[in-house]
């Protein structure tokens, strides 16, 4: 899977993919799977915030993820995934740090 490279302006109809590492949970609903995100994407300086559901997630662990940027009126740019899901790495450091 490609990493994806975002831009500013938010896309509300185009599903796109992206992947990387979870570095911080800022929220999590053990009820019903919705959580809240960052995630550090390869050759990206700044976190994204993505929101969607999984049954468990928890930093430290690799993503993927599919879905729309999306412009909240009070959080910002975040990307609101339809699909996410835990991934197994696949290069050296990812695997190294299982």
Known sequence: MSVFSYSTKASSINNQSLA???????????????????????????????????????????????GIWVNDKEYGLQFKAHTLKVSVPTSIDGIENI
């Open 20 to 66: 990387g590492l979870v570095e911080r949970v800022t929220f999590h609903n053990t009820d019903n799977g919705f959580c809240i995100i960052k995630v550090k994407v390869n050759h990206k300086k700044d976190l994204i915030t993505i929101i969607g559901n999984s049954a468990t997630i928890s930093a430290g662990q690799h993503i993927e993820a599919s």
